[in-house]
């Protein structure tokens, strides 16, 4: 799977977070439900413009950002 494919920026949307196409639903907002304990199924009964797919490209989205260094810890690593 591509996440390109389910995954969009617009400045007009969001000021230019990443959301799901053709939703309001931003990747930060999915996943910050799943960060506070919400299951998949929860996120698609409550969400049911999502599929799936859009849950496993936003967690490929997260995972390349992870892998480019774009998504790091601010916290001092002690010696």
């Known amino acids: 799977m591509i ?7 617009d400045k007009n949307i969001l000021i230019g977070k990443p959301v799901v196409k053709g939703t309001r639903l931003s990747v930060e907002f999915i996943f910050q439900r799943l960060a ?11 969400y049911p413009q999502l599929s799936k ?3 496993q490209a936003i967690f490929l989205y997260i ?6 260094g ?5 916290q001092k690593q002690s010696a």
């Open 36 to 46: 506070n304990g919400w299951t998949e199924e929860q996120i698609l009964d409550n």
């Open 70 to 74: 774009l998504l790091f810890s601010n």
């Open 53 to 55: 797919q859009d849950l």
């Open 63 to 68: 995972l390349e950002a992870m892998q480019d």
């Open 3 to 9: 996440w390109q494919e389910h995954i969009c920026t």
